[in-house]
Structure formats: C-alpha cells, structure tokens
C-alpha cells in the first residue's frame, strides 16, 4: 500500500502534486484504476485535480469520515 505524505512545514509548495503526478504515471502507463481513501477533507481537491472522483463518505457510528476515490487511467 504506497503512501505519499508532505511534511506540514513544506505543504503549498506543489511537492503533493509532484508526488501525485509520479505516481499515477504508472498507472496511466499501465491502464491501471488508482485508489486512495482520504481522511482530511481538505485534500480532496487535489486529488480532483490529478482526475480523482468521489465515490462517497464512509463513515461508521462516531468516526472521522474517510473519502473513497477512484481514478481512471489517461
């Protein structure tokens, strides 16, 4: 299970997209789905930027919500 993560100190420089943009490389190469789940709402737009769709919120009893994406290849 890759993750990606950019420190706090450093977020806003565009080091996630440049991430992003590494790791679904392959995927377009490929003709392979990319999922994540995302758990801070905040993040969402730039995975909808990189061609992630929503699918939903899960969300069980009191737990923080978790955002199922999926993106097709390119």
Not at 20 to 35: E, F, G, P, Q, T
């Amino acid at each position: 299970m890759p993750q990606i993560a950019v420190d706090p100190v450093h977020q806003g420089r565009g080091y996630g997209s440049a991430l992003m943009k590494h790791a679904l490389l392959a995927c377009d190469r490929d003709k392979k789905l990319a999922y994540l789940e995302s758990s801070n709402p905040r993040n969402l737009s730039l995975y909808i930027r990189h061609g992630y769709e929503l699918m939903g919120t899960i969300q069980l009893a009191d737990s923080p919500p978790v955002f199922p994406m999926l993106r097709k290849p390119r």
